[in-house]
């Protein structure tokens, strides 16, 4: 359903719906009927553990909280490590000096309960992030929270902690980050309802980036591939709602829902995605840097996730070095501080020839560890050089020139180009001339 809003009154729709532009999340995930923040909400219900599995800025911590905050829950986040231990979350013993009234001191052995616990008997959420860096053992140690009855002991067997009926509990993980790269440990993963959570799509980190900048109000991002949805909270459960035509109604219904315990958060269906177009100078202005930050650091998180074999070929090198490539992938988070500097400096009268090229650096400086930046990846270029032709390609240098760009255009098939430049309006043969004449 497209959401309708008034025309002559840009701010109606941000004075309606309370999002917090620094704070907020996107439901993209449209592998089911239900987005993913519905799908929390239903394990949550169903009293089910969660095993969010995704790459590092996807969303994983950020989801979660958008079902706290519709539970009026502030989570528990455990950050776990290669060190970390079972009494490092469960709880464990500790010994106390007790001052007795003829003043001496004897000690006496407590038990003092782990975050993980306290957030059972509290009722609260609970996040394990990273739960994949835990040993074997000590994610064996977290399976009686994850069964049907739900207790947990201490080591020693000495507690046995049974969970409050709104307690729900939450692992996030990278396969990538584990202890020499596991999954989940095999019992701990077949007592959890598992979501899959796909990078986000450009259009998406987009939309964030823009969101945050005071200039562009909710109206503004929310265009026909931009929904509401909300969690709204009633008699002890919880219920999925959506934003039309200034109202709101149960998810896909058209009963109206008169309540004001609704969390509310923005949806984007990838199956009527639309782009993004602003007749306003300075938001046209910020609308085509942000897609130039976006599509740069798309082109080096592709370079990451491609692996050695297509990169090569990409490069048309047969360099060994280039099988020790290390970049890092640019999160949005970055993409959101990028916006926010560009924004900065723009209002202190800096131009933007000057700004982006402060900008490349910065994302040179992101993604490119000191220890690797020499490392050749061809005869004439470095993956630090290789990092700035790539945003002198998507525009972030200035002074880049087409000379510059021919060396480094040749990573994108001709396809890719040809499309890229219909895209921006040329015609089928115009567009095929272009890429004949620059990049080859």
């Known amino acids: 359903m497209v959401i309708k809003v008034k025309e002559n009154d840009e701010k109606e729709m941000d004075q309606q719906i309370n999002i917090d532009r620094k704070d907020f999340y996107i439901a993209n995930q449209n592998n089911s ?129 049974k969970a409050h009926e709104e307690f729900g509990l939450f692992l996030t993980y990278n396969p990538d980050t584990g202890v020499a790269k596991y999954d989940l440990e095999v019992a701990l993963r077949d007592r959890c309802k598992l979501l899959y959570f796909e990078n986000i799509p450009p259009e998406i980190k987009l939309r964030i980036a823009l969101l945050r900048i005071p200039e562009f109000t909710l109206e503004d991002i929310v265009q026909d591939s931009m929904l509401i949805r909300g969690i709204e909270k009633q008699d002890g459960t919880l219920n999925f709602v959506h934003y039309a035509d200034n109202t709101w109604y149960e998810f896909n219904k058209n009963k109206k829902v008169e309540s004001k315990s609704i969390h509310p958060y923005l949806y984007f269906d990838r199956k009527n995605e639309s782009k993004l177009e602003f007749t306003n100078e300075k938001k046209h202005e910020y609308l085509q840097i942000g897609k130039a930050i976006v599509n740069a650091l798309e082109e080096i998180g592709n370079l990451k996730r491609a692996g050695t074999k297509d990169l090569r070929r990409k490069l048309g090198s047969d360099y060994d070095e280039i099988s020790r490539l290390n970049i890092t992938s640019p999160s949005p988070r970055l993409i959101n501080k990028l916006m926010e500097d560009y924004v900065l400096l723009r209002n202190k009268g800096y131009t933007t020839g000057e700004i982006l090229s402060d900008i490349a650096t910065t994302i040179v400086d992101y993604t490119v560890p000191a220890n690797e930046r020499y490392i050749q990846v061809r005869a004439d270029t470095n993956i630090a050089q290789l990092v700035q032709k790539i945003c002198a390609l998507y525009g972030l240098f200035d002074n880049s020139n087409i000379q510059e760009l021919r060396s480094i255009i040749r990573i994108k098939s001709k396809e890719s180009m040809i499309t890229e430049f219909r895209e921006k309006g040329y015609s089928a043969s115009m567009a095929k001339k272009l890429v004949e004449e620059y990049a080859y």
Do not use: W
Not at 113 to 123: R, S, T
Not at 138 to 149: F, G, I, M, R, T
């Open 33 to 161: 009927n239900f987005d993913e923040i519905q799908r929390l909400a239903i394990a949550y219900l169903n009293k089910q553990p969660v095993a969010i599995e995704g790459e590092p800025g996807v969303g994983k911590n950020q989801a979660i909280k958008i079902l706290a905050k519709a539970l009026h829950k502030e989570p528990y986040r455990i950050r776990c490590t290669e060190e970390t231990m079972a009494r490092d979350i469960i709880g464990g013993e500790k010994l106390t000096a007790e001052h007795s009234p003829n003043g001496s001191i004897a000690t006496k052995t407590i038990f003092v309960p782990g975050k993980l616990m306290n957030g059972m008997q509290e009722g609260n959420l609970v996040i394990l992030d990273e739960v994949n860096q835990l040993s074997p053992t000590v994610q064996k140690a977290l399976n009686s929270a994850l069964e049907d009855h739900r207790t947990l002991g201490d080591i020693e067997g000495n507690i046995d902690a």
